[in-house]
């Protein structure tokens, strides 16, 4: 079965600073990768998804994800965070075929001024 | 082009009551998904439906049940509701079949926030 760990439940983050948000996955095959995010009172907004090729994807909004095999990880970064990031972060994975996703718990970012 | 649209935004009932949620696909996209959004456990999928048959369905038990209608918008319909299923209740809509296609990841709605006392 396939399972996603986010380790961090809340993140806090200074404005301008870089950021990193983990997630590992469980899942025998290749995996395809997902990033969502969250904001306040919305539904879940795509950023990047990996699925093959290029270990670096670049999403929108500044994100990108680096896909480890070794370490069965897909952590999402970016360079420099602005307040309007603030918001809940998913990791979900998925395979060719595979009728769902599976969601992480979600990791909280909130950013100081 | 018109997102994914949940109604109603909010919904209060009291326990044994049923709660009726409904949602509207993109154009063009033939599969709905249901999510659970409960507080501190992640998104957690409910149902599947496609081209108007349930095509999966999660971890949940027969009182979470629902349908898709010819025009592809889709009812998830929850009865004797309890107070643990107070939650977010998201749809999804793609048009691939498979929440895992390249080229139609899933789209999600803003959610109905379904409240039981």
């Known amino acids: 079965a396939q399972s996603v760990t986010q380790p961090d439940i809340h993140i806090t983050v200074s404005e301008g600073a870089s950021l990193e948000l983990r997630c590992n996955y469980s899942?025998?095959?290749?995996?395809?990768l997902f990033w969502y995010v969250q904001s306040p009172g919305q539904g879940l907004q795509l950023l990047l998804k990996y699925f093959s090729g290029d270990t670096l994807v670049q999403g929108i909004k500044g994100f990108e994800a680096e896909f480890k095999r070794s370490q069965s990880s897909f952590n999402l970064r970016k360079p420099s965070v602005h307040w309007s990031d603030a918001a809940e972060y998913f990791c979900?994975?998925?395979?060719?075929?595979?009728?769902?996703?599976?969601f992480g718990k979600g990791t909280m970012l909130l950013v100081s001024p | 082009e018109a997102g994914v649209t949940q109604s109603p935004t909010h919904l209060i009932k009291t326990r044994g009551q049923q709660a009726t949620l409904r949602c509207s696909p993109i154009s063009g996209h033939t599969s709905v998904y249901w999510y659970q959004q409960a507080l501190g456990l992640g998104l957690q999928f409910l149902l599947w439906?496609?081209?108007?048959?349930?095509?999966n369905r999660g971890n949940f038990p027969p009182r979470f049940s629902g349908r898709q209608f010819p025009n592809y918008s889709s009812e998830l319909n929850v009865n004797a509701l309890e107070l643990e299923d107070s939650a977010l209740y998201l749809c999804?809509?793609?048009?691939?079949?498979?929440?895992?296609?390249?080229?139609?990841?899933?789209?999600f709605g803003n959610g109905t926030r379904l409240t039981v006392t």
């Open positions: 979900a994975v998925g395979a060719k075929g595979y009728s769902t996703l599976t």
């Open positions: 899942y025998g095959a290749t995996p395809y």
């Open positions: 439906y496609d081209e108007g048959e349930e095509r």
């Open positions: 999804a809509s793609s048009s691939g079949q498979s929440a895992s296609s390249y080229n139609s990841p899933l789209h």
